[in-house]
């Protein structure tokens, strides 16, 4: 059962609609008004946090309420008990979605997607990192190498970033994530190529040859990954090991292409880069499907609205992109071609 500590910071004491929602709330502490304010604090599961915000925050525009903080609690004794109004909301949730049960708030997914879009040097450096240590896996034919590579990739918090705001029509969201996502592949793609021109590069390898090529399992694997992901971050547990799930459709193929393109092997290492695509795109949609189906969406009906927009545009973009890429790749494989000259 988790649980959430609401604290709410006013100036003053609540009055009307404000008060009357404070109090239909399990009130854990309220301390005396003086002429610095006072602050309550309700106790809340966390699936019933995001209906109690959306409230207060719509009683609260003119308000006396200064800050809202929503933090976990591990445990508390006695053991919370639901009331009447948690049984109807869980039920309604329930209706309107059937794997929403159990789902942290808008707010904190919001919060938790920030730490992971910060464009800092240790992202940077596990980026590079991550691609230097799956290089020589690559080019070594050695799996377990390879696993210690994407347990270090940050790509998980990008492209969850980018299906969230997808979902709640957070255009500023969107342009962030995919910004992060760019500087994360772009300088991992050129340091592979480096490595490429350093390295012994053998493409029939089949580490290697297994990611210049798609087909409809890449796809399953990618789709798997990004729900995997989204669940990680909707339950508010911690996301390292899905990241490298999520890892293992992205790092390896953007590796490989990187290594062959700089060892002068293009036609191999365009089919790398198509898989890349294809993950890629295959992660959000999965992403987007997995926060739509959890009843994720923008607090306001006009918002929801222009969400509900863009979200179904993302998809069916989404979607003929990858049979674009896939069609692509399919006469790729049946055609041996390749360039008459190497870098």
Not at 66 to 90: Q, S
Not at 253 to 276: E, I, N, R, T
Request: net charge negative; glycine share 8%; hydrophobic share 50%.
């Amino acid at each position: 059962m988790s649980l959430r500590l609401l604290q709410l910071k006013c100036t003053s004491e609540p009055e009307g609609e404000l008060a009357e929602l404070i109090d239909s709330q399990p009130v854990l502490s309220r301390s005396e008004c003086t002429d610095e304010g006072c602050t309550i604090q309700l106790l809340l599961r966390a699936e019933h946090a995001e209906r109690v915000l959306d409230e207060l925050r719509e009683a609260i525009e003119d308000g006396p309420v200064a800050r809202l903080c929503l933090l976990p609690v591990a445990a508390t004794l006695p053991l919370l008990e639901d009331d009447e109004d948690d049984v109807e909301d869980a039920q309604a949730r329930d209706e309107e979605s059937p794997i929403a049960s159990g789902r942290i708030s808008r707010e904190e997914l919001l919060s938790d997607i920030e730490e992971n879009l910060g464009i800092t040097r240790v992202f940077l450096f596990t980026s590079l990192l991550a691609t230097f240590v799956a290089a020589l896996g690559l080019v070594r034919d050695d799996d377990v190498v390879l696993i210690g590579a994407m347990v270090i990739a940050p790509l998980l918090g990008p492209l969850v970033a980018l299906s969230l705001g997808t979902v709640l029509g957070d255009f500023s969201l969107i342009r962030r994530a995919l910004i992060t996502t760019a500087v994360g592949a772009g300088p991992s793609l050129l340091l592979a190529c480096g490595l490429g021109l350093l390295l012994q590069v053998d493409p029939s390898l089949d580490g290697i040859a297994q990611r210049s090529q798609a087909g409809p399992v890449d796809v399953l694997l990618a789709l798997a990954a990004g729900a995997a992901g989204v669940f990680a971050f909707t339950r508010g547990v911690s996301a390292a090991l899905i990241g490298v799930m999520v890892a293992v459709a992205l790092v390896p193929p953007l590796v490989a292409a990187g290594l062959q393109l700089g060892a002068g092997h293009v036609g191999p290492a365009g089919g790398a880069l198509a898989l890349f695509a294809i993950n890629v795109l295959s992660v959000v949609l999965a992403g987007v499907a997995s926060f739509a189906l959890q009843g994720v969406r923008p607090r306001n009906w006009w918002e929801a609205k222009r969400a509900r927009r863009a979200m179904w545009s993302a998809i069916l973009s989404c979607v003929l992109l990858l049979a674009a890429l896939l069609t692509v790749m399919s006469y790729l494989d049946d055609s041996d071609w390749s360039l008459p000259f190497n870098f």
